[in-house]
């Protein structure tokens, strides 16, 4: 079986707080994406990744970064973290064109 | 880019055929179409992958036209378990882009 894990289910930080999200795969999948989920705005591209020390940004990379120093493992960063970066946050890693995994997801709340 | 438009809601009542539509005009010759089903508090499961024509399988099915411009998932006899929201995502070597999301909501 696939397996996507995210470091935690639930997080709770205080607002100006380094905050860092992993997301760890055992397929030897290429491609890693981190996206954001809001009611009302559906899943919001941030970064992804197609292979080691590779990123580009997607929709909405202001307030993150990314780094991905080994194949299974892609970090959300989040410098300096916001009120309005309280959401659920969803990894996805696949292969080429298919083979599309969402890890559990992390709900951060940011206070 | 391929970006993709569904509606946001739909009502259907148990053990009726539903069908989810997205449009994604701007699909690329090797952009495949994936949907995907989510609960709340979970994160999105996989329910079909298609490329063109129709795909079934044990929970839907995918219907492609020729143009691929769209895509309509159905969900035969619904039933209040298929409550969820669901994902429309179309996938390339270099995008990857998911509607916003159609509610489903099976009334008993």
């Known amino acids: 079986d696939v397996k996507v894990t995210q470091s935690s289910r639930y997080l709770v930080k205080r607002t100006g707080e380094k905050v860092f999200l992993e997301c760890v795969q055992d397929?030897?999948?290429?491609?890693m994406f981190w996206y954001r989920q809001d009611p009302g705005l559906g899943l919001r591209l941030i970064y992804f990744?197609?292979?080691?020390?590779?990123?580009e940004k997607g929709d909405i990379p202001e307030g993150y970064s990314v780094s991905r120093e080994k194949k299974e493992r892609f970090s959300l960063i989040l410098e300096s973290a916001s009120t309005n970066q309280t959401s659920m946050y969803l990894c996805?890693?696949?292969?080429?064109?298919?083979?599309?995994?969402f890890g559990p997801g992390t709900r951060l709340t940011v206070t | 880019l391929a970006k993709t438009t569904q509606p946001i809601s739909m009502d259907s009542y148990e053990g009726q055929e539903v069908n989810i539509t997205c449009s994604h005009n701007n699909i690329a010759t090797n952009d495949y179409i994936t949907w995907y089903q989510q609960f709340p508090s979970q994160g999105p499961r996989f329910i079909i992958q298609g490329y063109k024509t129709k795909v079934t399988n044990e929970v839907a099915s995918l219907f492609i036209p020729a143009d691929r411009k769209s895509s309509t998932l159905s969900l035969p006899r619904v039933s209040l378990s298929d409550t969820a929201v669901y994902y429309c995502l179309v996938a390339g070597a270099n995008n990857l882009f998911f509607g916003t999301g159609t509610r489903l909501t099976v009334i008993p």
């Open positions: 996805l890693t696949g292969g080429i064109w298919y083979e599309q995994y």
């Open positions: 397929m030897d999948h290429e491609n």
């Open positions: 990744s197609y292979d080691v020390k590779m990123k």
